[in-house]
Structures are given as structure tokens and as C-alpha cells.
């Protein structure tokens, strides 16, 4: 079940994307009134499609009129994206006998730099649009939720504190930046070309120098700082181990025995190792140090709830959600060219981190939640069209330069050049794909 709704949610996702791209390339090109050939969702490699307005019987039959459309509407068979093929443009088809002839009105290259430049940006500006409504929609129903960066302490991996970090630190700066999400501090560090961290540490501040040569065991690290929790009593469960015992709402218990647990971290290998014992708890409970008797189930647990950790909302009404929508969009946004900029480091090792459909999936919880879908839907609206805007031949990008450079040099590259620039780009866009089908199977593989 797991599995059949992540599979769903990667769909529905994914059909949205392509559909809103193509539709940016498809209304630019109607508005200047260039001829769309074919509007597809997946490909139909091979002529293979699931569902044609003017290939399937059924529809035919009921819309006759749909064989006559200038634009045939399909579902292919192949889920790995979509396009709208355009009339007198080289694209993924590389149908070069419609170049053959003399340009016609309607064809793409027939009409000048500027409208063959907004009709190639159209998809990309389209997928700016909808991550921009889809955050707006976030702002004003759910809002951000984040702890706040101010006042926590960290809690180290191995990593973290071989970088000289330590347990209860208070992370103060980021060079001059000064973090406000503590969730975000890792990608922070990682992606911010970090060279020194102010930390304060037992009411002195510091300073640590972070080695750049270790940013790629920081991207590999899976949690690099943990939220340090103080191991203080919320209540008491009444069905648990120490009901009518000494604990009390409020009391931070500092010790167990004689081992010292400044954190909730520290107290749960001391717990487990002593699972269904009796221990002695050093408590402090306002002004007074007491030390009390306590239980530890059979599970390794006291049966007490912890005081939960504060957590920030903030919801936008009205016009303000636009504002904050924009906001949020500008740096999710800034957060992926960062990434983009940390994957063309090889040193950093952050080519490894990409992924293909399996990752998609992955980033989708195993449960419906529509908080979760409508900000991933965002986040992949924005990263399809930073992608699609990468210079390669094959994306809007690289037919976006070749347009540029012939604005610039009133000189447009030959028929020929791009049907052979298309061609490198899809290469190179099958490597990428075989590079991330190749990380997505060694992650499920270790």
C-alpha cells in the first residue's frame, strides 16, 4: 500500500509538471499564431500512445470533429516526460523533412527571434508561475513550521564534532549569515561556501573554521546536528513505570546512576542498558538537587512524556500570503542554485546525491498529505525549470542561447548545426539519466 500511494503521488506530480511546461510552450506559440502539431503527456516512442484524439476509435467516434484538429492531444506509453511539437522547429523528434521546404507562415521558423524566444521560455516562466501559486497556497492554509534557529542547541554527530563542534552548542552564525531554521542548518553549511562558524558554547562565543574538503562527507552525512533535547519531565503516564513515583512535571533529570545525561540523547543507551532495573536520578527541580528512585521498563523507558519542543507557525491571510508565497519561492529558489552550484564541485561529491524517479518517490510520504504534496509540487516545479534553463541542446535552455546568439549576431545557426547540437544534448541528457538511475540503485542497494 505504501508503495502503490507514493507510486500515485509520483504520477499525479509528475503529470502536473510536464503538463503545465508544455502548456507555457503551447499558449506562446498559439498566441503568435504558430501551428502545435502534437500535445503530449509521455512519450509515444515508437508511435506507441495510450490515448490519441485523433488515433483512439473511441474517441474518434464520439468527437469526430477531434481528427480535424490542428493539434493531436495523446497520452504516450513512455512516463518520462512529455512535449508539444512545433511546427518548423527542431526539437526531440529531429524531423528534418519539415525543414526541407520553404518556412510557412505558421511555422516556428518563420517568425522572429523575440516570439521563437518568449515561446521557448514559455515553459520555463509557466513552472516559475506554478510553484509561486502552489507556495502561495502553502502560506495560507498551513503556513511555515519551523524550530526556531535562535536559543537551540545542537546535539553532534561524529562528523560534527570531529569538525569541532560540540554537544549543546548554540549555533550563532554562518560567516555573516545568521540562520533562523534550525532544520536548515546543514544545507546551510553545506551550501553557503561556509568558511567560519560562531558558536556559543558555556557562555563564551567562538569560533570554528570549517575545512571546505569536508563539505562532501557533510552531504553524506544523513543528520549532521540533532535538535539537543534537556531531559525534562512533561507528566507522568499513569499506565507507565513510575506512576505515583517521585518524578514531577517539570523536574530536568541530569544524571542516572553516575552517568551524567545533559540530554535526552545521553539518557537512551543508559535506559536501554538498564531495561527493567531500578535507578537512582539526579533531579533538579527548581532550586533544590534531589535524587529519587525510578523504574525502567522492560522497553528501556521511564513512562514519562518530555516537554515538547517549541515549534513555530506562521500563517499569512490576504494579500500577505502573495508576499510570503513570493518570498518562499525566491529562496527555495536560491537554496537549488546553491545545490546546482555544490553539484558542479566535484570535490564536494555532490553528484552523487542525484537522483532519478526512485528519489522522487522517496521524498513523498508513505501516507496522502496535502501540505506535503503541494510543497514538493512546488519544489520540483522550480527545479524542472532551473534544469530546463541549463544551456545544454535538447532543454529550453540551449534553444533559448542559440536564440540569444542570434539576436546578438543577426546570424541564425544553420538547420543543420541544430539538428547535431540536438543530438549531443540528448546524450548528454541520457547520461545524466543514466547517472541518476545508477546513485538511485546503489542508495537501495547499501
Not at 518524578?247 to 538498564?274: C, E, K, M, N, Y
Not at 540536438?422 to 548528454?428: D, K, N
Request: net charge neutral; glycine share 10%; with cysteine.
Amino acid at each position: 500500500m505504501v508503495a502503490l500511494i507514493k507510486t500515485l503521488q509520483v504520477i499525479l506530480a509528475l503529470s502536473l509538471l510536464i503538463l503545465v511546461h508544455e502548456m507555457g510552450h503551447f499558449c506562446f506559440a498559439k498566441l503568435f499564431g504558430i501551428r502545435v502539431e502534437k500535445f503530449f503527456l509521455f512519450f509515444d516512442l515508437g508511435g506507441g500512445r495510450l490515448f490519441s484524439t485523433k488515433k483512439t476509435r473511441w474517441f474518434t467516434r464520439l468527437f469526430p470533429a477531434a481528427k480535424d484538429w490542428e493539434t493531436e492531444y495523446g497520452i504516450g506509453w513512455l512516463p518520462l516526460g512529455g512535449y508539444c511539437k512545433i511546427a518548423g522547429m527542431i526539437d526531440e523528434s529531429l524531423d528534418l523533412e519539415q525543414m526541407s521546404g520553404p518556412p510557412q507562415p505558421w511555422e516556428f521558423r518563420a517568425h522572429n527571434p523575440f516570439q521563437r524566444l518568449l515561446v521557448m521560455a514559455g515553459g520555463v516562466l509557466f513552472n516559475f508561475v506554478l510553484a509561486f501559486l502552489a507556495f502561495v497556497a502553502v502560506e495560507r492554509i498551513w503556513g511555515e513550521s519551523y524550530v526556531a534557529n535562535r536559543g537551540a542547541q545542537v546535539y553532534v554527530s561524529e562528523l560534527a564534532y570531529d569538525m569541532g563542534f560540540r554537544n549543546g552548542d548554540e549555533i550563532l552564525r554562518l560567516d555573516d549569515y545568521e540562520p533562523d531554521n534550525f532544520g536548515m542548518l546543514q544545507a546551510d553549511l553545506a551550501r553557503r561556501d561556509v568558511r567560519k562558524v560562531r558558536v556559543l558554547r558555556g557562555g563564551d562565543s567562538l569560533d570554528l573554521y570549517i575545512d571546505q574538503a569536508r563539505i562532501s562527507e557533510v552531504l553524506r552525512t544523513p543528520l549532521l546536528f540533532d535538535l539537543a533535547v534537556p531531559f525534562v519531565v512533561d507528566s507522568v503516564l499513569s499506565d507507565g513505570s513510575n506512576a505515583g513515583g517521585a518524578l514531577r512535571r517539570g523536574d530536568r533529570i541530569t544524571a542516572l546512576d553516575s552517568a551524567g545525561v545533559r540530554f535526552l540523547q545521553d539518557a537512551r543507551p543508559v535506559l536501554l542498558a538498564h531495561a527493567g532495573r531500578q535507578m537512582t536520578a539526579t533531579v533538579q527541580r527548581g532550586a533544590d538537587t534531589l535524587r529519587v528512585g525510578v523504574q525502567v521498563d522492560s522497553s528501556g523507558r521511564l513512562g514519562v512524556m518530555m516537554a515538547p519542543v517549541p515549534v513555530q507557525t506562521q500563517r499569512y491571510k490576504g494579500l500577505k500570503a502573495l508576499g510570503a508565497g513570493w518570498s518562499l519561492t525566491g529562496r527555495t529558489l536560491g537554496g537549488y542554485l546553491r545545490d546546482l552550484r555544490l553539484l558542479a564541485t566535484p570535490s564536494t561529491g555532490a553528484y552523487k546525491s542525484v537522483g532519478s524517479f526512485i528519489a522522487i518517490g522517496q521524498a513523498f510520504p508513505a501516507s496522502w498529505d496535502w501540505y506535503q504534496f503541494v510543497f514538493l509540487l512546488a519544489l520540483f516545479s522550480i527545479m524542472l525549470a532551473v534544469m530546463n534553463l541549463l544551456p545544454i541542446p535538447g532543454l529550453d535552455g540551449g534553444h533559448i542561447l542559440f536564440t540569444l546568439y542570434e539576436i546578438v549576431s543577426g546570424r541564425k545557426p544553420s538547420d543543420r548545426f541544430m539538428a547535431a547540437a540536438q543530438m549531443v544534448g540528448m546524450v548528454l541528457l541520457l547520461a545524466l539519466m543514466f547517472l541518476a538511475f545508477g546513485n538511485d540503485i546503489g542508495r537501495l542497494i547499501h
